[in-house]
C-alpha cells in the first residue's frame, strides 16, 4: 500500500457531545467489553467441551464467537486507553489496522450470518441430507469462504482508503478509524471511493441481508408444513435465535452506512450497540433459548468452580 501521506498519526476525538463523561463511558464500556469476552469465551469452551455439540450448527457458532471476541478488541482497548487519562493519538499505520480488521471481522460476520441462515435453511427443509449436504468438509470450506471474502472485502476498503493523501487535518471525529471519518480529512476527491464505499459497505451487508431473509421465507414455510407442535416449537426456537442475533447486527451496519445524511452522535450511538452490545448479547442469545447449550454450559461452570454441584 502506498503511503502518499504528511500526517505520521491521527487524534481520535471519541464519541461526539459526551465530553465530561469520560468516567462513566470507561466504566460502562469496560463493564460490556469484560462480559463480550467472558461469554464468548464460555460458549466455546461449551461447545469444545460436549460431544453433542459437535455438529455444522454449532461449528459456524464457534467462529461467530470467535469473531465477536476480537471485533470489538479492535477498537475497545484504545477507547478504554484514552478514556483513563492517556493519549488519545493513534499511528497512521494503528488507523489502517483499525479500518482492516474492523471491515475484516464485520464481512466474516456478515457472510457467516448468511452461512448459517444457509446451514439452518438445509437442516429444517432437507433433514434427511442434512448430513451429507453440510459434510465436515463443506462446512470447512464455508468456514474458510467467510474469512477470505471478508479479507478481500477489507483489503480493498483500507488500501482505497488509505491510498489517498492525507496532509492537513489529522482529528478523527470518531471514537475509532473508519472510512466516512476518514474521508473527511484526505487531501483530495472522495467521490469515487465514496460510491465504491457505499457499494460495498452498505450494498454487501444489504444483499446477505436479503439472502437470509429468503432463506428463512422458506424455512417459516416448511416449519408450518410440520404437522406436530412440538416440532414446530423446537424449530422455531432454534431458528428465532439465529434472527435475532442478526436483526441485531445487521440493523446498525444498514442505519451507518446507507443513511444519506449522517449525523456524528447518533452514528456513534449505533456503532457502540454494533461493536459492544451485539457480541455480549449473542451469547445470550444462543444460549438462553437452547437446553443443550445451558447444559453443558452448567458443567463447564461446574468444573470452574463457579456453581455448586447439584
Not at 469444545?48 to 461467530?64: D, K
Not at 471525529?173 to 473527511?184: A, Q
Not at 434472527?243 to 449505533?270: H, K, N
Amino acid at each position: 500500500m502506498r503511503n502518499a501521506s504528511v500526517v505520521t498519526e491521527f487524534i481520535l476525538l471519541g464519541i461526539p457531545h459526551t465530553q465530561d463523561l469520560e468516567t462513566v463511558l470507561f466504566v460502562l464500556f469496560l463493564t460490556f467489553y469484560v462480559f463480550t469476552l467472558v461469554g464468548n469465551l464460555l460458549i466455546l469452551l461449551a461447545i469444545a467441551s460436549s460431544a453433542r455439540l459437535h455438529t455444522p450448527m454449532y461449528f459456524f457458532l464457534c467462529e461467530l464467537s470467535v469473531c465477536d471476541i476480537f471485533f470489538p478488541s479492535v477498537s475497545s482497548p484504545k477507547m478504554l486507553f484514552y478514556l483513563s487519562g492517556y493519549s488519545r493519538a493513534i499511528s497512521y499505520a494503528g488507523c489502517v489496522s483499525q479500518l482492516f480488521f474492523y471491515h475484516f471481522l464485520g464481512g466474516t460476520e456478515c457472510f457467516l450470518y448468511t452461512v448459517m441462515a444457509y446451514d439452518r435453511f438445509v437442516a429444517i427443509c432437507h433433514p434427511l441430507r442434512y448430513q451429507v449436504i453440510m459434510s465436515p468438509r463443506v462446512c470447512a470450506i464455508l468456514a474458510s469462504g467467510t474469512s477470505f471474502f471478508g479479507c478481500v472485502h477489507a483489503t480493498l476498503l483500507s488500501t482505497l482508503t488509505f491510498q489517498l493523501p492525507y496532509c492537513g487535518p489529522n482529528e478523527v471525529d470518531y471514537f475509532f478509524c473508519d472510512i466516512p471519518v476518514m474521508l473527511k480529512l484526505a487531501c483530495a476527491d472522495t467521490a469515487a471511493l465514496e460510491m465504491v464505499g457505499f457499494i460495498s459497505v452498505g450494498l454487501m451487508p444489504l444483499s446477505c441481508f436479503l439472502l437470509i431473509l429468503a432463506s428463512y421465507s422458506r424455512i417459516v414455510y416448511s416449519i408450518l408444513q410440520i404437522r406436530s407442535a412440538q416440532g414446530q416449537r423446537h424449530a422455531f426456537s432454534t431458528c428465532s435465535a439465529h434472527l435475532t442475533a442478526i436483526l441485531l447486527f445487521y440493523m446498525p451496519v444498514i442505519f451507518i452506512y446507507l443513511r444519506p445524511t449522517p449525523s456524528p452522535w447518533l452514528d456513534a450511538m449505533v456503532q457502540v450497540l454494533n461493536n459492544l452490545v451485539t457480541p455480549m448479547l449473542n451469547p445470550l442469545i444462543y444460549s438462553l433459548r437452547n437446553k443443550e447449550v445451558k447444559s453443558s454450559l452448567r458443567k463447564v461452570l461446574h468444573q470452574l468452580g463457579f456453581l455448586p454441584e447439584q
